[in-house]
């Protein structure tokens, strides 16, 4: 299992620009989720989605757009890009069922480390 | 609101010792509460799970307490070494919601050889 999957890696973008972060998992993960993470504010939910087709916005939506067509895929949009959206952002997903540990944990991708300029 | 606090000031132990990290929760009270550990530059990986009628939970040389009087949660790291240093991040569910969790901003840990 590849597990959480994120493309790209790295992204400048300038301001005004739109861009799709990739985020695909192989673990069949009913939930999945978005975080952006800045330095000294932890980690902040974007958007979340249940299953395929049900999205639900988190603490932060404001800028972008998700949508989730199958189990697998999970893409963040960007319409305009701001300088207040420079930020890492983080994929995760979760199983339907508890994990061996008795709770949702939640599973990671290695991130997008995006600047807007 | 809801809030979970982490000790902000970085860690710094020597090899061997034990390192200990509060996680402290206030307005609610999570039915588990979840340690996670950060690498830089990579994402977040699931540790431990401690559930609120456990009191304590082992797996090799990490140990978690859940304290539901004091509303807190240590973690320690026994034996510590170099290979330990990395951000340790504490997580609950919401209430109304254990599918979204609640953050904390994570203690930076290092250990010196």
């Known amino acids: 299992n590849a597990g959480v999957t994120q493309t790209p890696k790295f992204r400048i973008l300038k301001i005004g620009q739109s861009m799709t972060l990739q985020c695909t998992q192989d673990?069949?993960?009913?939930?999945m989720y978005w975080y952006r993470q800045d330095p000294g504010m932890g980690l902040k939910l974007i958007y979340y989605s249940v299953g395929a087709g049900i999205t639900d916005k988190g603490e932060v939506p404001n800028g972008y757009n998700v949508s989730r067509s199958t189990t697998e895929d999970f893409p963040l949009r960007l319409e305009l890009a701001a300088p207040s959206q420079t930020s890492v952002y983080f994929c995760?997903?979760?199983?339907?069922?508890?994990?061996?540990?008795?709770?949702?944990?939640?599973?990671f991708g290695p991130g997008t480390r995006l600047t807007v300029l | 609101s809801q809030k979970i606090e982490q000790n902000s000031e970085a860690l710094n132990i020597q090899e061997g010792k034990t390192a200990t990290l509060t996680c402290n929760y206030t307005n609610y009270s999570p039915a588990y509460l979840q340690w996670y550990r950060q690498d830089p530059g990579r994402g977040p990986v699931f540790l431990l799970l401690?559930?609120?009628n456990e009191k304590e939970k082992r797996k090799e040389r990490l140990k978690v307490t859940f304290d539901t009087t004091l509303k807190q949660s240590l973690f320690h790291i026994t034996a510590s070494q170099p290979a330990d240093s990395a951000t340790y991040l504490c997580?609950?569910?919401?209430?109304?919601?254990?599918?979204?969790?609640?953050w904390g901003l994570g203690t930076s840990l290092a250990v010196n050889p």
């Open positions: 995760a997903s979760s199983p339907q069922s508890p994990g061996t540990s008795g709770g949702y944990e939640q599973f």
């Open positions: 401690i559930r609120e």
């Open positions: 673990m069949n993960h009913n939930y």
């Open positions: 997580a609950s569910p919401r209430a109304g919601n254990n599918r979204k969790l609640i």
